[in-house]
């Protein structure tokens, strides 16, 4: 049987997905108006966005450096910037990776060549995850800089980091509706939406049961799924191709610490000249190397 297709079998359907999967996040972000929705609750105001939401944009400052893909990304009628993401894993870096996608989002809003530093809009950066960073138990955590020796001052420079908790127990500070659409995002389902009061959140409900029921997004998908199921197969056969190149290395290495020659050394091991030859010359170059670093130099160079 196909990998892909008995991967299926066990693969999540997606009526069973949540609005913390990624997949059915950003299928339902990419409409303006269900992006609104989220957002107006997250910060308790109405918002207008302006265009068509941004799903997996890409930002980095250089073709050489670190990129980033952002989930969600968006501005209002107001020029405000909005990026949001959902967060199923703690990876234990999320706080200061928050920290440069700040960095490359404020390096992405002024042109070339603007001088004028205020010209810079505010920007909100949210993360949604089923689990709470701090341990306080609160639903959201919203971060702006503030000056030490003097409490309450402020430094306004516009941007905002807010860490929405699904798994929150203490309300304090925070609407009744944000504490429903945590709860909706991490169970989205039929008995959750009926559940919450909230207008926005059964009119959310019905759009992304909308996404749920179309036959174009179910057949998306798979297709999304195959791909990482055929991805992780390729990673894996490279995996296990460089751990027979590098096991070939140490054997080639003990033997040239023998003084085998390669000629010999590949005759032992019933390889081609040319490649011992190589490894030959790699180790002699470079006697402080180890295996994997000379296997990562002559996969470039081969």
């Given at each position: 049987m196909?990998?892909?297709?008995?991967?299926?079998?066990?693969?999540?359907?997606?009526?069973e997905l949540t609005?913390?999967?990624?997949?059915?996040?950003?299928?339902?972000?990419?409409?303006?108006?269900?992006?609104?929705?989220?957002?107006?609750?997250?910060?308790?105001?109405?918002?207008?966005?302006?265009?068509?939401?941004?799903?997996?944009?890409?930002?980095?400052?250089?073709?050489?450096?670190?990129?980033?893909?952002?989930?969600?990304?968006?501005?209002?009628?107001?020029?405000?910037?909005?990026?949001?993401?959902v967060q199923k894993i703690n990876t234990g870096n999320l706080v200061k990776r928050s920290r440069f996608y700040q960095a490359l989002i404020d390096?992405?809003?002024?042109?070339?060549?603007?001088?004028?530093f205020n010209e810079m809009q505010p920007s909100y950066l949210i993360s949604i995850m089923p689990f709470d960073l701090w341990g306080y138990g609160r639903?959201?955590?919203?971060?702006?800089?503030?000056?030490?020796?003097?409490?309450?001052?402020?430094?306004?420079?516009?941007?905002?980091?807010?860490?929405?908790?699904?798994?929150?127990?203490?309300?304090?500070?925070v609407g009744t509706e944000l504490i429903e659409l945590l709860h909706y995002m991490e169970h989205t389902t039929d008995q959750s939406a009926?559940?919450?009061?909230?207008?926005?959140?059964?009119?959310?409900?019905?759009r992304v049961s909308q996404l749920k029921a179309s036959e174009e997004i179910g057949v998306k998908y798979?297709?999304?799924?195959?791909?990482?199921?055929?991805?992780q197969q390729e990673a894996r056969a490279e995996g296990e191709a460089a751990g027979e190149s590098v096991k070939l290395i140490k054997q080639v290495r003990k033997k040239a610490a023998k003084g085998v020659t390669a000629e010999a050394c590949a005759d032992m091991l019933e390889e081609e000249v040319y490649l011992i030859e190589k490894i030959y010359d790699m180790i002699k170059a470079n006697p402080d190397w180890d295996d994997t670093r000379i296997y990562e130099t002559l996969k470039v160079s081969r």
């Amino acid at each position: 049987m196909d990998i892909a297709v008995k991967n299926r079998q066990t693969v999540k359907r997606l009526k069973e997905l949540t609005l913390l999967d990624r997949f059915l996040f950003a299928e339902t972000m990419e409409d303006k108006r269900n992006l609104q929705l989220i957002l107006s609750i997250i910060l308790g105001k109405e918002l207008e966005l302006k265009g068509q939401p941004q799903v997996e944009k890409e930002l980095r400052t250089a073709p050489w450096l670190r990129s980033i893909r952002l989930d969600v990304y968006t501005t209002d009628e107001e020029r405000r910037v909005y990026s949001t993401e959902v967060q199923k894993i703690n990876t234990g870096n999320l706080v200061k990776r928050s920290r440069f996608y700040q960095a490359l989002i404020d390096g992405s809003l002024l042109m070339p060549g603007e001088i004028d530093f205020n010209e810079m809009q505010p920007s909100y950066l949210i993360s949604i995850m089923p689990f709470d960073l701090w341990g306080y138990g609160r639903y959201k955590y919203t971060f702006r800089m503030t000056c030490q020796e003097q409490e309450g001052l402020l430094l306004e420079d516009g941007a905002s980091r807010i860490f929405l908790n699904t798994h929150g127990t203490n309300g304090e500070g925070v609407g009744t509706e944000l504490i429903e659409l945590l709860h909706y995002m991490e169970h989205t389902t039929d008995q959750s939406a009926s559940h919450s009061t909230s207008q926005r959140i059964k009119e959310l409900h019905g759009r992304v049961s909308q996404l749920k029921a179309s036959e174009e997004i179910g057949v998306k998908y798979m297709q999304e799924w195959e791909e990482r199921i055929y991805l992780q197969q390729e990673a894996r056969a490279e995996g296990e191709a460089a751990g027979e190149s590098v096991k070939l290395i140490k054997q080639v290495r003990k033997k040239a610490a023998k003084g085998v020659t390669a000629e010999a050394c590949a005759d032992m091991l019933e390889e081609e000249v040319y490649l011992i030859e190589k490894i030959y010359d790699m180790i002699k170059a470079n006697p402080d190397w180890d295996d994997t670093r000379i296997y990562e130099t002559l996969k470039v160079s081969r």
